[in-house]
Structures are given as C-alpha cells and as structure tokens.
C-alpha cells in the first residue's frame, strides 16, 4: 500500500501563483512514476504532469511552460509548481502513485483560481 497526502491548494487570482505538495509513504520502493491530476467540476480527470522514476517528465499542453514537476527523493515528496494561474485552472488536485500495475490516489486539494 502506499499512502499520498496532498497541501498546498487554496484560492489564488489570476496570475498568481500556488505550490502543491504530495508526500508519499507506505510501500514506496517500486513506484514507477507519481503525477499530478485534475478534475473541474462536470470534467472527466485529466492528466496534468508526471515525473518517471527516472526523472523524465511530461505535461499536459495546457499547462506547459506555467507547471513545474519536481521530486525531493529523500523527502519521498512530488511537487506541482504552478504559475501564471487562469481560471480554467481550477479543480481538485489529485496526486497519483503508480507502483506495479497498481494505481493510489490521494484525497484531492482544491485550487480555485479568480478572474
């Protein structure tokens, strides 16, 4: 089992910044990549970053060049570094874990950005 614990959402304007963390502990040898989802409200889950266990990234195209994927090891902890914020950004958070063929899920953080 691996347990995510997400912080770092709130309510920011457009333009502004926030920084989502997830912290991952449990069985965390064997993870194969850890990433960051979103869900609006009436909108199917979406990919939003993804960092491999061997560093290599992707992003959706909505959120390159604004959305930073980073990973401290030795903290166990994936990071979404999020700037120049738009209201079509708002949605729950979700970090995911995939370890084998096992999907985890954290329990989602709000972001609401205003116009």
């Known amino acids: 089992q691996v347990q995510l614990v997400e912080s770092g959402g709130g309510l920011v304007q457009a333009g502004g910044s926030l920084r989502l963390s997830c912290a991952a502990s449990?069985?965390?040898?064997?993870?194969?990549?850890m990433g960051w989802y979103r869900q609006a409200p009436g909108k199917q889950r979406e990919l939003v970053a993804r960092i491999l266990s061997g560093g290599s990234t992707n992003y959706a195209d909505s959120v390159k060049g604004r959305f930073t994927i980073s990973r401290d090891n030795a903290k166990n902890t994936v990071y979404l570094q999020m700037n120049s914020l738009k209201p079509e950004d708002t949605a729950v958070y979700y970090c995911?874990?995939?370890?084998?063929?096992?999907?985890?899920w954290g329990q989602g953080t709000q972001v609401t950005v205003s116009s």
């Open positions: 449990g069985s965390i040898r064997s993870i194969n990549a």
């Open positions: 995911n874990a995939d370890r084998l063929v096992i999907a985890y």
